[in-house]
Each structure stands twice: as structure tokens, then as C-alpha cells.
């Protein structure tokens, strides 16, 4: 039977191009998280002035098409601007890698979204966000969405865990319904500070436990 | 492929030459329908090597011809095994099961099913090493309890379950018990002269012999009803027609396995658990150190992702097989390491190696270099396990 990779996703994979960490990196980025799954990061150099992607970096924890388009979507964002690059889709990485099974769509996405969550993780620590909006509570519940419950393997939003939100004068208040002692409330914990401290107008982001 | 490595031996064996030269007689010379010892010769000669093979396979199990019924394998026992116990006990004595977190599918969906049909099941959790609590299984059993299930040797992280006590404790409550003996018949000393049991499952195509054949042992006296219909072969428990070729190649695919052959296996999983674990680092043996079959190793691979691991292997001609959601046909992962683990990460890169008889300790020890190499190499891009 043949392989569900073409001969290019299996090259990219045995292969994989721009892999590694960028010290100091400019904007940077992790999907995904080790207890539920696959998992990416990824680092850029952006040029101050031109904004073009002068260096990008992937890790990978990950399948094959994790890291076959991890690979693909480094070679396509490299010398490009941020502003072109944020709009690579998943199809395109699809078809730059010649197409990929749908059932590892899931992996493959992780990917892509790993390279728009850097950008603006650029944008957002260099001053860049264009329209400044007010975080709101939604805003906050869209970023804890990537957040995963590893008990569960769903998102934290998904499983129930926030149970609070609160937003005032650039502190945001979560707080998680899980007791501090819980194997993951830590992980959990840091993945959500992550998640929201870069946004433009937050300057301090708690985390509590409901006991 | 010129050199393959195969150690996946759980899932599906290699058939031995030497079961094959018996089963062909049985499909050029041999070939019609068991007949009564009033029918046609070549009837009375189809029956008689039937028989002979049954007889063998009962001895084997220390058993009698009458208590082992040939089905098409692993997995049609296990339903006959409990779907049968449940026809013919559901009305009679109750509509309560127990069968542990670990099963394999046939076992865990037939209990699902007869779940559908109104029967309640408990799912008896397992340890750290997968073995079930049997204070647990003492607590859950009910007056209305009429089967219990708990595997031989577990099929991914093969940890043996002392099925003697478990046996032990279905008896003294009268309650009847199954257990599946896919990965251990023949490699594990299995009398049910000396344990107390009523059902066993055992199939050939985990020994070298055919696929599509398996048994029941089914103790005398045992109430199971027929689900499969057809004619009245095997002891009218379970219609359709005589796999007679299957049969004789099982009872010899039986034989062929030797004490001095168990012994082989075990010291190539050794190889492969000791090597492993002294030469990468991060790892965690799945299942139980002592107590597990001697074909069978399963290692997690911290900061990598199982089916990375087989694809890399797969290029060197290494066929071997993981837990990981990514590999798995329906993206779950496996249910075994999240029973004895409970999280996904220890799925993710777990990987299973099943050693058989066409494997030598050369290419035990080629598998391990090479895994050495592959793990390294997909650290190395990993974000995790740096700090």
C-alpha cells in the first residue's frame, strides 16, 4: 500500500527545513500543548524597517504533517513581509507540500496558526497592533480557547475551566475552576498568562484557583 | 523493501512453512465439509483431522476435545464469550459485567454493545503497571453479576495479570470467568487444570499459524448461548463452515512453539528494554517490569511523537507500532497507557515492539541503534526537554 505522504511531505519530514530556536527573537509563538497532543513554536527575525522575515525558526512535537508543513510554512514566510506572511492559509502550505491527508488537517493547521500567532506576537510587543481595541471578555475567552485542558485534551474554555474573567484597568483576573494542588494547574496556569499578557493595552494578567 | 525488521509480531505473526506444508492436504486432498462417520470418505477424513486438531489444542490448555470450540479468531471468541454468557444468563441471573480498562477492543465492545441491550458493565481500573485492583473487583461483584473479563497478557503494554486470584474470586462469588489469551497462549503457561476459569480466548495468527482461525475454551457445563447461526457445528455453539485447514494449521502453529522459544523472545525484549533504557534518556518502560509476555516491549520517548518514531523506522525497514493519537485510524489514543498513565503525552510517544520467532538478537539489536539515532535526531527539533 502506498504511504498517505506524497514523496515532498515525506522529504520535508525526513528533512525539515529552518528548524531550531532564534535567541532573541523578534516575535514568537507555541500551539498546541505536550499533554494533549501535537505541539509547535516558532521564532522570527523581522527587519525594523522593511518588516520582511529576515530568519524563522520552528520546533517541532509533532507527526509527520506537523512536521512536514512546520517545514513548508517556514520556507514560505521566510523573505516575505509580516503582512503577506499572515496571510499564508493552510491550503496553500497543502499545496506548496503537494496535499496532505485530511485526517491530519488537525496537525497540519497547528502549523500554520503557529505563524500567525507569532506575527502578532510581533506585532503586538513592537506597537504594531492597527486597530487598538479594548480587551473585552471575549477577546480573553477567544485567546484562553488556545489553551489546552490536558485532563481532557479539549481547550480550557471547552472543558469549563474559566470561570471568571474580569478586566479592569489593564489587569486581567481569571480564575480557573481546578484546586491550585492539581497536577496541571500550573501548566495551565503559565500557558494562559501567555496567551493573554502581549495583548496591547494588559499590563498584568492573574491567575487564580477556585480553592 | 530489501531487509525488513518486523516487530509487530502482537498484532499479526508471519506464517510458519512448516504450518502451512500440513494445511494443504486439507484444501487439494482433503478438502469437503466434515461429514458424520455415515457420510462419504473424504467427509469421515475431513472430520477426523478436525478432531485431531481440537483434541491437540484442548490438550494444550489441559483441557478436554469437548470444551474447545474452533471460530474465526480472537475476536468472534471474545463475542461469543460474552455476548453468549449474557444470552444465556441475562434473564436467568442478572445483567451486570466487569471487564478492566485495559481489554482489548473485542472484549471492551462487546461489553459496550450488551451496554446498548440494557446490561450494566463495570470497568475495573488497572495500576501504574496495569495490573487490576483485586480488592476492586472483590467490592464491584453483585448478586446479579453473571461474567468477568480480565485479559491473560495485555496486547500493548503486555503486562500479565495473575488470573489465578482473579479466577479465585469470580468462583468462591459463583460468578463465571473469561479471559482473553490471545498474547499469552503458548508463550505463557496456561492449565485450566490449575486455574479457576470457564472461557478462554485464543487465536493462531499471534503463533506463526493462519489468520481468520481462533478458539473458545469452554469449560463443561459453562452456560453459553449461540450467537452465530448456521448448522450445528461446534458442538452446535457455533454455526458456519468448518475451517478445517485453519484448525489443523493451528494445532500445529501450537506445537511449534517451545519453552526454549519463549526463552529467545524474552531475552530479545530484554535487549530492547535494558538497551533502551541505558542508552536514551527520558524514557518510561509501559506496563509491568517482572510480570509481562516475553514478546513484549513498550517504551514512552519523551519530547517526541509516536508515529514520527515508526515513520523514521519504517524507512530503515522497521515496522513497529505506537500509541499515539496521530497513528491511531480514529485519532484516539491508545485507551491502555491512558488507563495506567492518564495522560495524552505518555500515548504520544509511546511505542510498541512485539518480537516473534523469525527475529534474531542481530536485528533486536539493529532496531535499538536505529531508535537511538531517529529519537535523537527528532529531539533535536523538539521544543520540549531542552531546559
Known amino acids: 500500500m502506498a504511504s498517505p505522504y506524497n514523496d515532498l511531505v515525506l522529504e520535508h519530514f525526513k528533512n525539515p527545513r529552518n528548524t531550531g530556536r532564534i535567541e532573541d527573537p523578534d516575535g514568537k509563538a507555541t500551539e498546541g500543548s505536550p499533554a494533549c497532543g501535537d505541539m509547535v513554536s516558532l521564532y522570527l527575525k523581522v527587519d525594523p524597517e522593511t518588516k520582511v522575515i529576515d530568519d524563522i525558526k520552528f520546533e517541532s512535537y509533532g507527526c509527520a504533517s506537523n512536521i512536514a508543513t512546520g517545514s513548508i510554512i517556514t520556507e514560505l514566510a521566510k523573505g516575505k513581509t509580516i503582512d503577506e506572511a499572515k496571510n499564508i492559509t493552510w491550503q496553500e502550505a497543502s499545496e506548496a507540500l503537494g496535499g496532505l491527508p485530511k485526517i491530519k488537517a488537525h496537525c497540519s493547521v497547528l502549523a500554520v496558526e503557529v505563524l500567525r500567532s507569532a506575527i502578532q506576537n510581533y506585532e503586538e510587543k513592537h506597537g504594531l497592533v492597527t486597530e487598538k481595541v479594548a480587551t473585552t471578555e471575549e477577546i480573553v475567552r477567544k485567546r484562553l480557547k488556545k489553551v489546552m485542558n490536558p485532563i481532557k485534551g479539549l481547550d480550557m474554555v471547552a472543558t469549563h475551566l474559566v470561570k471568571e474573567i474580569d478586566i479592569t484597568g489593564g489587569v486581567v483576573r481569571i480564575v480557573i475552576d481546578l484546586p491550585e494542588t492539581h497536577q496541571f494547574a500550573n501548566a495551565i496556569k503559565e500557558d494562559a498568562i501567555e496567551k493573554i499578557e502581549s495583548l496591547w493595552d494588559i499590563d498584568q494578567v492573574i491567575v487564580e484557583f477556585t480553592d | ?387
Open chain 2, 1 to 387: 523493501m530489501e531487509n525488513v525488521y518486523y516487530l509487530d509480531n502482537a498484532a499479526a505473526t508471519r506464517l510458519d512453512e512448516q504450518v502451512l506444508e500440513v494445511m494443504k492436504p486439507l484444501y487439494f486432498d482433503r478438502y469437503s465439509v466434515a461429514t458424520s462417520e455415515f457420510g462419504y470418505s473424504l467427509g469421515v477424513e475431513a472430520k477426523e483431522a478436525l478432531d485431531d486438531a481440537r483434541t491437540r489444542l484442548a490438550k494444550a490448555l489441559g483441557a478436554n476435545s469437548q470444551e474447545f470450540i474452533f471460530t474465526s479468531g480472537s475476536a468472534e471468541s471474545s463475542n461469543l464469550a460474552l455476548k453468549g454468557v449474557a444470552k444465556a444468563l441475562g434473564a436467568k441471573k442478572g445483567k451486570h459485567l466487569i471487564v478492566s480498562k485495559i481489554e482489548d477492543f473485542p472484549v471492551l465492545y462487546s461489553a459496550r454493545t450488551l451496554e446498548k441491550e440494557g446490561f450494566t458493565v463495570d470497568y475495573l481500573d488497572v495500576d501504574g503497571e496495569g495490573l487490576v485492583d483485586l480488592e476492586k473487583l472483590q467490592a464491584l461483584i453483585k448478586p446479579e453479576t453473571i461474567l468477568v473479563s480480565v485479559q491473560h497478557g495485555n496486547q500493548e503494554i503486555g503486562t500479565l495479570q495473575d488470573i489465578n486470584a482473579i479466577g479465585k474470586i469470580c468462583h468462591d462469588q459463583g460468578v463465571l470467568f473469561h479471559t482473553d489469551a490471545t498474547h499469552t497462549f503458548m508463550r505463557v503457561p496456561l492449565d485450566v487444570n490449575a486455574i479457576a476459569v470457564d472461557l478462554i480466548t485464543v487465536s493462531a495468527h499471534t503463533l506463526h499459524g493462519p489468520k481468520g482461525i481462533g478458539g473458545l475454551y469452554v469449560k463443561k457445563g459453562t452456560a453459553l448461548a449461540k450467537i452465530m447461526d448456521g448448522g450445528f457445528q461446534e458442538f452446535d455453539l457455533r454455526g458456519g463452515m468448518d475451517n478445517i485447514p485453519g484448525a489443523v494449521g493451528f494445532a500445529k502453529a501450537a506445537e511449534l512453539v517451545t519453552a526454549d522459544e519463549n526463552i529467545r523472545l524474552a531475552a530479545m525484549r530484554d535487549h530492547i528494554i535494558t538497551m533502551v533504557s541505558e542508552q536514551i534518556p527520558d524514557v518510561i518502560l509501559n506496563g509491568h517490569p517482572r510480570q509481562r509476555t516475553p514478546q513484549n516491549a513498550n517504551i514512552t520517548f519523551h519530547y517526541v511523537e509516536g508515529e514520527s518514531i515508526t515513520l523514521h523506522l519504517d524507512m530503515y525497514g522497521i515496522a513497529v507500532s505506537t500509541g499515539s493519537a496521530c497513528f491511531s485510524r480514529s485519532l484516539e489514543a491508545s485507551h491502555v497507557i491512558a488507563a495506567i498513565g492518564g495522560d495524552h503525552e505518555r500515548a504520544h510517544g509511546s511505542i510498541r515492539m512485539t518480537v516473534g520467532r523469525f527475529n534474531t538478537m542481530e536485528e533486536v539489536v539493529f532496531v535499538v541503534e536505529t531508535l537511538k539515532k531517529v529519537v535523537e535526531n527528532l529531539r533535536k527539533i523538539s521544543p520540549l526537554g531542552k531546559e
